[in-house]
């Protein structure tokens, strides 16, 4: 399979500040809000929270070996907001800086291209004390950090990801409150979603010219639907379940404003759109990230107006409840090149959460990922083959992390983390993948020496 890919196609693996950094209180770091959601009881399993999580802030040399043994091309990472400016805005902090600046260049001495995310869901808890994503002040106060971050690392970073995954922060965030700050209020997400695209639009501008020559794009959670039946019904709630995944998102970002049923099914409550955000949100992109997990299997609701997601107990699914559904993946960006044409594509997270255990040898086993993993790039090498250009590919994730509400025990990484001691065992998919890669750019064995 591995041949299927050009040879200048970026293979890499993802992460977030806050689920691998640790070092919460160090160096004059502020709080976020999700220090406060982890300090809630009852939020996060087990009360835990990212505190010390990988300690990557300490530990990143020895995550960028690990990453040249990989042979990674790429490393996409998130840059703490609350590390830049402690209180939201305002006061820069040097020491936050400092460390993104470190970070970059030991990447690019390993000859790794740096893919950072602005907002990967750590808001400064001073701004969610404001109204936070709700109020579209805090998509101002982006645009601000957005420009003190590309002022400093702008002249060697070459690829900007704006946010990560609007949905989530609008859904999981504002509505279902499962996710800090763990608000529930279909308008606080409707705005939110707002502000964060809102947010998104302007910054591309100020990084572009922070960061000359770099391209800019933005991470979505996408998923492909697909109706139960051939059922009018079914069909009617599949499309239901796109427009809120995933043309709620795309549709704004490609210069069509928000899907008009969609807008219908949530009047009166909706989006706080003014004059030109709309245009603002339509900034042209470089490049789209799509992470894919799982699709939808949709059901019309014969009782309510919201579908039903069917599942199949014989079906496979990962640690998480997560189908296991390649060919979602493929279909997915075969549907993205042909309604949105992007100019580029990059996949930022795909990935699987098994349970993981050690060996009596000291080794982890984990032939499910692996498995998830050769038949996911198989089904992005199908999509190339038909066209669509996709540049790169990120694997969620690099370590085992903090899995926000579900705490440390849902284990996505290639690496394992003993977190007792924090000692990082390459996984059998660290192997797999740096077979995979050295494969796909005809080397006929992985360096030895790397
Ligand atoms: C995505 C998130 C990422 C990680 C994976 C499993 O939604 O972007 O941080 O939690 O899911």
Request: with cysteine; hydrophobic share 40%.
């Amino acid at each position: 399979m591995a041949n299927h890919f050009p040879t200048d196609f970026l293979w890499g693996a993802a992460t977030a500040a806050y689920q691998i950094e640790g070092a919460a209180a160090e160096d004059g770091r502020g709080e976020s809000i999700w220090d406060r959601f982890c300090a809630t009881p009852g939020k996060v399993r087990n009360g835990e929270s990212g505190a010390v999580a990988c300690d990557f802030y300490h530990r990143y040399p020895e995550d960028i070996a690990l990453m040249r043994r990989l042979g990674l091309d790429a490393f996409r990472f998130s840059i703490a907001w609350p590390r830049i400016l402690p209180e939201g805005r305002g006061r820069v902090n040097a020491a936050g800086l400092d460390f993104y600046d470190r970070l970059v260049d030991e990447l690019l001495a390993n000859g790794i291209q740096p893919f950072p995310t602005l907002y990967h869901w750590d808001l400064p808890q001073a701004l969610e004390d404001a109204g936070g994503w709700p109020e579209r002040a805090t998509a101002e106060a982006f645009v601000e950090y957005a420009e003190v971050v590309a002022s400093r690392l702008g002249d060697r970073v070459k690829h900007w990801i704006t946010h990560n995954e609007p949905w989530v922060v609008a859904w999981l965030g504002h509505a279902l409150g499962v996710h800090a700050p763990g608000r529930t209020s279909t308008q606080d997400a409707l705005s939110a979603s707002h502000h964060v695209l809102l947010s998104h639009g302007w910054a591309v501008d100020v990084l572009r010219r922070e960061s000359p020559g770099s391209e800019v794009g933005i991470a979505l959670a996408l998923t492909h639907t697909y109706p139960a039946s051939e059922s009018e019904g079914d069909r009617q709630a599949a499309w239901w379940a796109d427009g809120s995944f995933n043309r709620w998102y795309l549709d704004p970002l490609f210069g069509r404003g928000y899907p008009d049923d969609m807008v219908e099914h949530f009047a009166p409550q909706g989006p706080p759109v003014e004059e030109g955000d709309l245009e603002a949100i339509a900034a042209p992109l470089d490049f789209l990230g799509a992470n894919y997990y799982f699709r939808q299997l949709v059901q019309e609701d014969p009782d309510g107006d919201r579908p039903i997601l069917v599942r199949d107990p014989d079906w496979s699914f990962t640690a998480m409840g997560w189908e296991v559904y390649p060919d979602g993946l493929h279909d997915l960006l075969v549907r993205l090149r042909t309604d949105y044409d992007p100019p580029a594509i990059y996949i930022f997270e795909n990935g699987a959460a098994y349970d993981d255990v050690r060996g009596h040898d000291g080794e982890v086993r984990d032939p499910e990922r692996q498995a998830y993993l050769d038949e996911h790039l198989a089904a992005v090498g199908r999509a190339v083959d038909d066209g669509v250009p996709v540049r790169g590919y990120f694997v969620w994730s690099l370590l085992d992390n903090f899995e926000w509400a579900e705490g440390y025990w849902k284990r996505f990484g290639i690496v394992y983390i003993d977190y007792p001691t924090l000692a990082r065992v390459p996984k059998g998919s660290f192997y797999w993948y740096r077979n995979f890669i050295a494969e796909a750019r005809g080397e006929q064995e992985w360096r030895a020496s790397a």
